[in-house]
């Protein structure tokens, strides 16, 4: 079928969205308007008997402060990341701290968002018991061992048709003194660019490559697995990376530093992609197909997503949901032409290829 440009009805294209938000009208709802600095806020052995090593904590805050630098320069319209601090109060049976930060209407980013969290607590029985049917033998299926949690986790939303989505994410989790590492980056574009995929690839595999040869193709094809829509058949995206449960005490690799290399190489992976294509045309057909493939991002983030499922219980919904795109539309049983751009994008999402 033809792809329509007038799906959306005037008053919510995305110009007008976000031109709202520098009018000096009124609006009708009241906006974040948090826009200080980020600071240290460690939590102190005094919070909980389980606690996330310093050293992963000022690692995730610095890395935190370097992707938004790097994203506010990348973007150049001016917009300025917001911070919103939170903490959990004594008697949350959670306790912690996070900080969640969000640009919106940029001149690339649309929508990003850079979270930290770092939180310490108990085991549900729900969690518990999905995290030893993953093999984490220490943990004890009943629920009700201290844990701790640290993670930073990010996604960039574009304003441009052919400026894939990037997510990505580093995590460590913490019971009885066993340590596990998670992480990864992955690219989810609106229409392919042979090129990106092979590069963005080729970026993950030398990063890998410096640990062991076998790391790219287990975490890439464990990307590709994870990250599928099975009530669509499809991938979310090209993939790139996806790991967890990394055993510090059992890898045969520095597992902290591999995950610390993935945190530094996020930006470095995407901003190539990004100054080719910023300057590139679109038409609004192709704005309309970016945000009907963004209702299948979100269909995965709510029916799927491990973290999302996870966040959800007993989470902060509003930093767990800031994932979601800005602007998202759906149209019942849109099929590409035969032959377009946009089939070719749904032939690679139906089978993921190798790109290196």
């Keep these: 079928m033809q792809l329509s440009p007038r799906l959306l009805r005037p008053h919510l294209t995305p110009t007008n969205l976000c031109r709202s938000t520098h009018s000096t009208a009124t609006p009708n709802y009241k906006a974040s308007s948090l826009g200080c600095p980020l600071t240290r806020r460690l939590v102190t052995a005094s919070s909980s008997g389980n606690i996330v090593p310093d050293t992963f904590q000022h690692y995730i805050l610095d890395l935190q402060n370097s992707i938004i630098a790097a994203a506010e320069a990348l973007d150049g319209s001016g917009q300025r990341f917001i911070h919103d601090r939170w903490e959990r109060e004594a008697g949350n049976s959670n306790i912690g701290y996070g900080i969640t930060s969000v640009l919106e209407c940029g001149s690339i980013l649309e929508k990003a968002a850079v979270n930290i969290s770092v939180i310490n607590g108990v085991l549900s029985p729900e969690r518990a018991k999905m995290m030893s049917s993953r093999g984490r033998h220490c943990v004890d299926p009943a629920g009700g061992q201290p844990y701790a949690a640290a993670a930073m986790s990010l996604v960039f939303h574009s304003a441009h048709p052919f400026i894939p989505t990037l997510r990505a994410d580093v995590r460590l989790f913490e019971v009885e003194g066993r340590q596990w590492y998670g992480g990864g980056c992955d690219l989810t574009p609106f229409y392919l660019n042979e090129s990106d995929g092979r590069e963005f690839h080729q970026y993950w595999k030398s990063v890998c490559d410096k640990y062991d040869h076998k790391l790219y193709p287990q975490f890439k094809e464990w990307c590709d697995r994870y990250f599928y829509i099975p009530a669509r058949k499809e991938h979310r995206g090209l993939g790139g990376l ?115």
């Design 242 to 356: 996806f790991f967890d449960d990394l055993d510090a005490a059992t890898e045969k690799y520095d597992v902290e530093k591999f995950v610390r290399d993935v945190g530094d190489g996020i930006i470095p992976s995407w901003a190539p992609i990004v100054k080719r294509n910023r300057g590139l045309s679109y038409t609004p057909a192709q704005r309309e197909w970016q945000l009907l493939r963004r209702g299948r991002y979100l269909e995965f983030n709510l029916l799927y997503d491990r973290g999302v499922k996870f966040g959800l219980d007993g989470g902060r919904i509003e930093s767990i949901m800031v994932s979601a795109p800005p602007l998202i539309a759906w149209k019942y049983r849109v099929e590409p032409e035969k032959g377009s751009e946009e089939e070719k994008l749904i032939q690679v999402l139906t089978e993921p290829r190798e790109w290196v």
